[in-house]
């Protein structure tokens, strides 16, 4: 059972690229998240899905778009990458919202902007 | 929004003293406050958490305590090992929206 997995682990883009980080969990679960983690700051919630076909904002989702076409997947991009944007990025899921279930998360992207 | 203040950011102990981290938090209205323990090189995992209707809650050498009156919780590590070094998160969360707000972290080293 694997979990929360994220695709990749590392990466270096410079500034302007693009990519997108993948996420996939074995756990049937219904919510998944995406935060950023970067010193001092805690984990910062950028978008999040409560279900299949759905998305919402969290609380730093500028620069960010987020696709959940699959009940397992969890894309995250960055469709012009800022050195703003270099930091560790974890994808978590839950069985039901963050108030009522334990997240579960991956073990992260580190992403460096150039 | 909710805003959450955690401390100390670094705490070394010598291998069998207790460990004390706090958290401070903004909105009144949050009901639900757990902790993460994230290992180097890895994501955070829960390790306890406590709701508002409860004042304390142990599992072990870990239990947590919440004020509510001075809106701050805190989480009391004993008898302290080396596998406790790691850093610790602090979240809270109310029951509308899918919101959990982080402290900014505490790493803790255990001294042998």
Redesign the interface.
């Known amino acids: 059972n694997a979990g ?1 997995t994220q695709t990749p682990k590392f990466r270096v883009l410079k500034t302007g690229q693009s990519m997108t980080l993948l996420c996939a969990q074995d756990m049937n679960h219904e ?1 998944m ?1 995406w935060y950023r983690q970067d010193p ?6 950028i978008h ?1 899905s ?1 279900g299949e076909g759905t998305t ?1 904002k ?2 730093v989702p500028d620069g960010y778009n987020v696709s959940r076409l699959k009940k397992q997947n969890f894309l995250l991009g960055l469709e012009s990458a800022a050195p703003s944007q270099t930091s560790v990025y ?1 994808c ?1 899921s839950s069985t039901q ?3 009522n279930s ?2 579960h ?4 992207t580190r992403l460096t902007v150039t | ?1 909710e805003n ?1 203040e ?1 401390h100390p ?1 670094t705490l070394s102990v010598q291998e069998g003293d207790s460990a004390v981290i706090k958290c401070t938090y903004s909105d009144s209205a949050s009901n ?1 406050f ?1 902790w ?1 323990k994230q290992e180097l ?6 390790i306890i ?1 406590i709701r508002s209707n409860v004042g304390e809650k142990k599992d072990q050498r870990i239990a947590v305590t919440l004020n509510k009156t001075a809106k701050h919780f805190s989480l009391h590590i004993t008898e302290t090992q080396p596998e406790d070094s790691a850093v610790y ?1 602090c979240a809270a ?3 509308a ?9 505490t790493r803790v080293l255990v001294k042998p």
């Open positions: 929360v919510y998240y001092g700051m805690g984990l910062r919630l999040y409560v919402a969290g609380e974890f978590a919202g963050s108030y334990p997240l998360f991956g073990n992260g | 929004g959450v955690q950011s639900y757990p993460y090189g890895k994501g955070p995992q829960l958490d998160f969360s109310k029951a929206g899918n919101k959990l707000t982080f402290g900014g972290g």
